[in-house]
């Protein structure tokens, strides 16, 4: 019922910055929150960051400082803009949506969306 499609990841060098966007489409009401997770070989999915619907922001501490997650409410769009990244920051980045879609009958459901990944290598 919700889509999200991220742009492409890509190799970076070490210091170097990356800007990651993902956009929700879709019969949705609204959207709670967004965020970005992700997975590196042999390692378990982890939170990144996430933003709510007014702003409020959260972060991994590996990342604080570094990554600034954004959004466009009217776009339902996420941006995760990484800076000053890191080889430990390989990874395969997922963007995620929280919140409700309409249904033909006029109600509305919850939902939690997945996108399909993208990878994004910090290398020389």
């Known amino acids: 019922q919700v889509q999200l499609v991220e742009s492409r990841g890509g190799l970076v060098q070490p210091g170097g910055s990356l800007r990651l966007s993902c956009a929700a489409s879709g019969s949705i009401f609204n959207i709670y929150a967004m965020g970005w997770y992700r997975q590196a070989p042999g390692k378990q999915r982890e939170l990144v960051a996430r933003i709510t619907s007014g702003g409020s922001t959260n972060y991994a501490d590996s990342v604080k400082g570094r990554f600034t997650i954004s959004r466009d409410n009217a776009k339902n769009t996420v941006y995760l803009q990484m800076n000053s990244l890191k080889p430990e920051d390989t990874a395969v980045y997922y963007c995620?949506?929280?919140?409700?879609?309409?249904?033909?009958?006029?109600?509305?459901?919850?939902?939690?969306?997945w996108g399909q990944g993208t990878q994004v290598t910090v290398s020389s």
């Open positions: 995620n949506a929280q919140g409700r879609v309409l249904n033909t009958g006029g109600t509305s459901t919850d939902f939690d969306s």
